[in-house]
């Protein structure tokens, strides 16, 4: 339980910093300047666009989350029947007990965890938009934005692909395969090492898209002080 306990805090500590790190170094914006009305129209129009995108790759996300549990669905039920009728055959009520407790907290793990690498995502979305905005804003006052707006796209797929892998892990069950009674202890161990070891590739795929978010910034930041 200490284990799983270890687990969960890591994961949440990993995605606050992975957040609030970015969020402290990119979040001021300089003085604002006032664009021609038809270039204010052209960044409506474009703002407009990556709100409509941003709802595309959401609905996308959404639909590939439900067909990924669909197509678990059939194989980890079986699994979870084995389970419980391997856990009604165990002859100590408190390993029982444990084991039971165990199961349902490696869930939690998993929950708890995707929803911190999902709002870590939306901070970035989030973050990633004002430095669209500010490279719009640059653009109006003549600079060549040209590296900026590669680095900005280059970010926005970063983070889709981080999107669709925060969606897999968080459909993903885990179930104890209980061999035998004396090896409780290693049968417990091999599921939270496998959470361990998905975590740790979702949580990368999030840091990989924190990454390419710094570059857009910097090269923003590159421009705007040219």
């Not at 084991?99 to 911190?116: C, P």
Request: hydrophobic letters at 45%; charged letters at 35%; aromatic letters at 2%.
């Amino acid at each position: 339980m200490h284990m799983i306990k270890r687990m969960l805090i890591g994961t949440a500590i990993s995605a606050t910093l992975v957040s609030g790190t970015f969020a402290q170094e990119y979040g001021t914006s300089p003085a604002r300047v006032e664009p021609r009305p038809e270039v204010r129209e052209e960044r409506q129009e474009a703002q407009k666009a990556r709100m409509e995108e941003k709802r595309e790759v959401r609905a996308e996300l959404q639909e590939k989350k439900r067909e990924m549990r669909e197509e678990r669905k059939d194989g980890m039920q079986a699994r979870r029947d084995d389970f419980k009728a391997r856990m009604g055959a165990l002859k100590d009520e408190r390993k029982k007990a444990a084991v039971g407790r165990i199961d349902a907290s490696i869930a939690t793990v998993n929950a708890n965890a995707t929803a911190h690498f999902g709002e870590t995502l939306d901070r970035l979305t989030a973050a990633l938009a004002k430095i669209a905005a500010r490279s719009d804003a640059a653009k109006a006052a003549g600079k060549d934005v040209t590296a900026v707006q590669a680095a900005i796209a280059a970010a926005q797929a970063a983070i889709a692909g981080s999107r669709t892998a925060v969606a897999s892990q968080a459909a993903k069950t885990y179930v104890i395969t209980i061999t035998e009674e004396k090896n409780l202890r290693a049968d417990v161990s091999a599921a939270r090492e496998a959470l361990r070891a998905d975590l740790k590739g979702t949580q990368d795929a999030v840091k990989a898209a924190r990454d390419a978010a710094r570059k857009a910034a910097e090269a923003l930041g590159a421009i705007e002080k040219a």
